[in-house]
């Protein structure tokens, strides 16, 4: 079951940005296809229709996250424009990025998964395995750099992340975005061990993770794109 028993209700704009962004991702549900046919070629829309069925169907709040995740890269790619240093291509490889970078999640055991408290250090471990886990699903089946993407999307700017410990530069920037746009989309959902940040709170904490976390250029520029689009609905 997905969970929206506790949208964001902190203020009237942030109902307004929660309606207009799960409005999105129902439609790419409801369509049982991907909709936006510019991100995605007649080579891979198979596949990531084959996926999605096999992660709604086993894991549906983990395809809606990455049905969130995918639409907020696309909307910011198209209010940055300049500001990314991505290549034509490669804007288009971070959204299939975004969609299924969590596919490895299906092999995580849903007591982990779902723990409504802290995991131990062994949980911890299993669940952070899900990136091995989904480049390995995904190898020889999606172009390189949708697994360069995929690979990197926990790396941290500090190198305290995983699974590889990259710092800085090292991460490419595909990966650095997909990291903002999951932690805010994390930040703002409920999950089973807190309710879901208003939007203000979740832009503070990625604020506060610039420089050690999260990019400060790219977290920047997704902060102006969240702020003009709660704005304009």
């Known amino acids: 079951m997905w969970l929206w028993s506790n949208p964001w209700t902190d203020s ?28 995605f070629s007649r080579s891979n829309r198979p596949e990531l229709k084959n996926d999605f069925s096999l992660l709604s169907a086993l894991e549906p709040s983990t395809a809606l996250h990455s049905y969130r995740v995918r639409d907020l890269l696309r909307d910011w790619i198209r209010h940055a424009g300049n500001e990314l240093t991505l290549s034509a291509l490669d804007r288009h490889w971070v959204c299939v990025s975004g969609l299924l970078h969590d596919i490895g999640k299906l092999s995580i055991a849903r007591d982990i998964l779902f723990k409504p408290g802290p995991l131990d250090l062994a949980e911890r471990a299993q669940m952070e395995s899900h990136v091995s886990l989904g480049e390995d699903f995904l190898r020889d089946r999606y172009p390189d750099r949708v697994l360069v993407f995929m690979r990197a999307h926990h790396e941290r700017l500090d190198g305290r992340g995983y699974p590889l410990g990259l710092k800085g530069e090292q991460i490419p920037e595909g990966a650095r975005m997909i990291s903002i746009v999951d932690a805010f989309d994390a930040m703002t959902s409920d999950r089973p061990y807190r309710n879901a940040h208003s939007v203000e709170q979740a832009l503070l904490e990625l604020q506060l993770g610039q420089g050690t976390q999260f990019c400060p250029r790219l977290t920047a520029s997704f902060i102006r794109f969240i702020r003009a689009d709660h704005c304009s609905t």
């Open 12 to 39: 009237q704009g942030d109902e307004k940005l929660h309606r207009s962004q799960l409005r999105r991702s129902q439609d790419g549900v409801a369509s049982g296809h991907l909709k936006t046919e510019e991100l």
